[in-house]
């Protein structure tokens, strides 16, 4: 890749709901993860058809069942993929981060989009539209694999989070979502950065805010795990582990 194509930029007015123009942004394509090491008239070809748009705190981005007729790229902010049961109930499903992509599955094979994506706060995302996103599958053999490896890493986490659904026991549900969650960091501190929002968690396992509330408190009380502005630093991750797998679940 030449150097030239590191500073090639896409400058787009953001639309609001109005359809107004709000402001200018410059997206580095190549700094996008997916799009990192392709070649530089691949880059040029995305950024002239790229569209941006911007999403406020609680907005849909996607719809389950819609068309699914974009790639779409979250340029800033944070959103969350949920699913949504016969009888009206969200299911969280997953977080994304700046620099991920989403909506791959019905560009792949055509068919509705499986999931809801909504703003978890303000961000900016861009669509490629779905011809230009299988021309780049088609093309660049990069592009192929790191989409093939994100599919395989998401049927892996799918399996983790249908067992810690199929877990009776609300507490320990709530315990099992944070064990999934937490990460070492390179001191060796395990931590879960950003920690969801007490109403994300219930959603992501199927119970209520306030029991949330109940089991965060236990093992904070416990010193077990310790809040640390946005972040959940676990003190005690062996005794994370067996509250998850106790033979006498903590009662709701």
Known sequence: MTSASVRIAYEAEISGDDGR?????????????????????????????????????????????????????????????????????????????????????????????SATVVACEPSIYGLLPRAHALQLMHNQPLIAERMFKR??????????????????????????LLDYLAKTSPGGLVVIDRLPTQQEISIMVNTSRETVSRAMQVLIQRGVVEKDLKRLIVRKPETLRQEVNALKPVTD
């Not at 700094?31 to 880059?43: N, S, V, Y």
């Not at 950024?47 to 907005?59: D, H, I």
């Not at 790229?73 to 993929?81: D, K, V």
């Open 151 to 176: 599919l395989a890493s998401g049927i892996r986490r799918a399996s983790g989070f249908r067992t810690i659904l199929g877990i009776p026991n609300a507490h320990q549900r709530v315990y099992a």
């Open 21 to 113: 123009p709000q402001k200018v942004v410059t997206v580095q394509l190549n700094k996008l993860p997916l799009l990192e090491g392709i070649d530089e008239t691949a880059l040029k070809n995305i950024a002239g058809v790229l569209q941006v748009r911007s999403a406020s705190k609680g907005q849909p981005i996607l719809h389950k069942g819609g068309v699914g007729d974009n790639l779409l790229f979250l340029l800033s902010g944070r959103l969350q993929a949920v699913d949504i049961t016969e009888d009206g109930r969200e299911i969280g499903l997953a977080f994304l981060q700046a620099g991920d992509y989403f909506g791959e599955l019905s560009v792949i094979d055509g068919l509705p989009r």
